[in-house]
């Protein structure tokens, strides 16, 4: 059974225009959660993190909410560039995993000119 | 800029061959891992190491065993290589102040 879940396997934007990324996760456990990119051939970067005492963290272009009681985090893109096209992967940790993630199955975003 | 090389890129096997895939990290860190990545799964964890000589199993380690004899190298195993070991295998290393992990570029392994 999947902890962390990306129900959207692909999203497309339009150049400009705002994309959101959403993310679910099932253990209560988890207080640490990443956002990787990650382009065809190369791997996965890190992209934005944020931890359970917040519920928003801002990164130029890229925010992501993290909804505690929803167990539910989303990553914004503002403004979409094409450049931002490629699979992005969430990811989850607790105290007690040390420094494991568990990473949901991915999105592949498309932002069309 | 933390660097992580996997040796190969491209990788074809037969079935049965024994598989080494080599991962070499600059950046002095304790932690590495070994996922495998597949359409609709995500990246999966194989093995990880917090420490030289150290191996813990992660959540998909039948199949596979590593090797960690200097802090700077993990290897990871297929011992008999099967056809659904076909994937992208990825090496991460770990920055436990920063708490990120630093990705190789993969290693895309085919087994006939």
């Known amino acids: 059974d999947q902890q962390v879940k990306q129900n959207s396997p692909s999203l497309s934007v339009q150049e400009g225009r705002i994309s959101i990324l959403n993310c679910d996760y099932t253990n209560s456990m988890f207080d640490y959660f990443l956002w990787y990119k990650k382009y065809p051939a190369e791997g996965p970067t890190f992209l934005i993190s944020i931890s359970s005492i917040k519920d928003k963290n801002e990164d130029g272009r890229f925010t992501v909410f993290l909804n505690k009681s929803a167990k539910h985090l989303s990553l914004h893109i503002v403004p979409s560039q094409p450049g931002d096209s490629a699979v992005y992967f969430c990811?989850?940790?607790?105290?007690?995993?040390?420094?494991?993630?568990?990473f949901g199955p991915g999105t592949r975003l498309s932002v069309l000119p | 800029d933390v660097k992580v090389t996997q040796s190969s890129r491209y990788l074809v096997k037969r079935t049965g061959e024994k598989v080494f895939l080599e991962c070499v990290q600059d950046m002095d860190h304790e932690n590495m891992f070994w996922y495998r990545q597949d359409p609709g799964l995500g990246l999966r964890l194989i093995y990880f190491s917090y420490d030289v000589k150290m191996k813990e199993k992660g959540d998909i380690p039948e199949g596979y065993s590593v090797s960690r004899e200097k802090k700077e190298r993990f290897s990871l195993i297929l011992e008999s290589a099967s056809t659904n070991q076909t994937s992208m295998y990825l090496c991460?290393?770990?920055?436990?102040?920063?708490?990120?992990?630093?990705f190789g570029a993969g290693t895309r392994l085919s087994v006939l």
């Open positions: 990811a989850a940790s607790a105290v007690n995993y040390g420094q494991n993630f568990v």
């Open positions: 991460a290393t770990g920055d436990y102040s920063k708490n990120i992990q630093y």
